[in-house]
């Protein structure tokens, strides 16, 4: 299979892999009840592989379904609510803060955009846009285009990715200057782009401000509704079990491999070493990947200080940001790059797995 950018599969429109079929599902608001979350995990264990995977935009993938099993499982989740009717809009990536409540700013402005969202230009498959507007910003590191934020005056802002400030936007006017840049991206060649921060048109003058969003310290920190995945993986049987513990309603989505339990304490889980480690899913499940990416980010977690990315092709699927340490596949062997993304020009090429792990066991003994 050849290397496609700038596409994302949806339920509608799933991608092969070397599992099988890929299927993603993007809910509303990103949240799944508990009735919704069992109707999943019987969906990936009957009709694919029983593997489910968190994605860094807060959907989930279901992986190894069959042609049959396909449509069998689309249709499942449309009845369910999970996916849209309409391919159209389940294709719009757009993912709200985790931790919204009802009557909150990110719920009103999430939920009037979705009634909207037919006034959409036609945007490239990546464009996404996140809806951040509690006390604090804590979608800063996700993947988006558009963003709606809290400045630090405490006022909502729209604010281009790629760009350090943003305008203030009037309360109940935010999907109108939503709409109004997603146009003004097309009309001026952001197709071609493909992305916002890729885009070099200089924003409209009512586009352009100076207010900065308001960060937040840590999205999860000491959470304890947060239930850890790591490398954003969770099985079939793990997910129903989830939602068989007493007081357990509802799931939310986090772009952060973390799910949040609504209506109970999440149930312990140790995985502090690779709470610094990005890995795709690598070869052979990816046919795009050459080499195997997990075992490898598993055993060097504990070995690297910082943030480790373990990329199976140039693509970068796992982390779009710098790690301290990268480790890219290219022909079944491993280049290593420091302070970069996946793909950066190494400082070593052509490194087997064995190598790798030689490489850091010494640099361990020497410090």
């Known amino acids: 299979m050849s290397v496609r950018r700038g596409w994302c599969p949806t339920a509608w429109r799933p991608m092969a892999a070397g599992d099988g079929l890929l299927l993603r599902v993007r809910p509303p608001l990103g949240r799944i009840t508990a009735d919704q979350a069992r109707l999943i995990a019987d969906v990936a264990a009957r009709h694919g592989n029983g593997a489910i995977d968190l994605t860094n935009r807060a959907a989930l993938q279901l992986r190894g379904l069959g042609e049959a099993g396909w449509r069998v499982a689309l249709d499942m989740l449309v009845?369910?609510?999970?996916?849209?009717?309409?391919?159209?809009?389940?294709?719009?990536?757009?993912?709200?803060?985790?931790?919204?409540?009802?009557?909150?700013?990110?719920?009103?402005?999430?939920?009037?955009?979705?009634?909207?969202?037919?006034?959409?230009?036609?945007?490239?498959?990546?464009?996404?846009?996140?809806?951040?507007?509690?006390?604090?910003?804590?979608?800063?590191?996700?993947?988006?285009?558009?963003?709606?934020?809290?400045?630090?005056?405490?006022?909502?802002?729209?604010?281009?990715?790629?760009?350090?400030?943003?305008?203030?936007?009037?309360?109940?006017?935010?999907?109108?200057?939503?709409?109004?840049?997603?146009?003004?991206?097309?009309?001026?060649?952001?197709?071609?782009?493909?992305?916002?921060?890729?885009?070099?048109?200089?924003?409209?003058?009512?586009?352009?401000?100076?207010?900065?969003?308001?960060?937040?310290?840590?999205?999860?920190?000491?959470?304890?509704?947060?239930?850890?995945?790591?490398?954003?993986?969770?099985?079939?049987?793990?997910?129903?079990?989830?939602?068989?513990?007493?007081?357990?309603?509802?799931?939310?989505?986090?772009?952060?491999?973390?799910?949040?339990?609504?209506?109970?304490?999440?149930?312990?889980?140790?995985?502090?070493?690779?709470?610094?480690?990005?890995?795709?899913?690598g070869a052979p499940a990816c046919p795009q990947g050459s080499v195997a990416t997990r075992p490898l980010a598993t055993a060097l977690a504990p070995l690297v200080i910082g943030t480790l990315h373990v990329s199976g092709c140039d693509k970068g699927c796992a982390r779009r940001n710098r790690a301290d340490v990268v480790l890219t596949g290219r022909e079944g062997r491993f280049d290593l790059a420091i302070d970069a993304r996946a793909g950066a020009p190494p400082i070593v090429r052509g490194l087997t797995h064995e190598q790798v792990l030689a490489h850091f066991k010494g640099l361990t003994r020497a410090a």
Request: hydrophobic content about 45%; charged content about 25%; proline content about 7%.
């Open 79 to 281: 009845d369910a609510g999970l996916v849209d009717a309409d391919p159209v809009r389940d294709a719009r990536s757009i993912m709200v803060a985790p931790d919204w409540r009802d009557g909150d700013d990110t719920l009103r402005i999430a939920t009037a955009l979705s009634v909207r969202l037919a006034e959409l230009p036609q945007l490239p498959a990546k464009f996404g846009i996140a809806i951040d507007a509690g006390p604090a910003c804590v979608l800063g590191d996700a993947s988006a285009d558009l963003r709606v934020e809290r400045a630090d005056t405490g006022a909502l802002m729209l604010r281009a990715d790629g760009r350090a400030g943003g305008i203030a936007v009037p309360t109940g006017e935010e999907v109108d200057a939503i709409l109004a840049l997603a146009k003004w991206f097309v009309a001026t060649g952001g197709t071609a782009a493909g992305r916002m921060a890729r885009h070099a048109a200089p924003l409209p003058v009512w586009a352009t401000g100076n207010l900065r969003p308001r960060r937040s310290e840590g999205p999860l920190a000491d959470d304890p509704r947060a239930y850890p995945l790591p490398f954003g993986r969770i099985a079939a049987d793990v997910l129903k079990a989830l939602t068989d513990q007493s007081g357990v309603t509802a799931l939310r989505l986090t772009p952060w491999r973390a799910l949040l339990l609504e209506g109970a304490t999440a149930p312990r889980s140790d995985w502090s070493d690779l709470r610094h480690v990005d890995a795709c899913i």
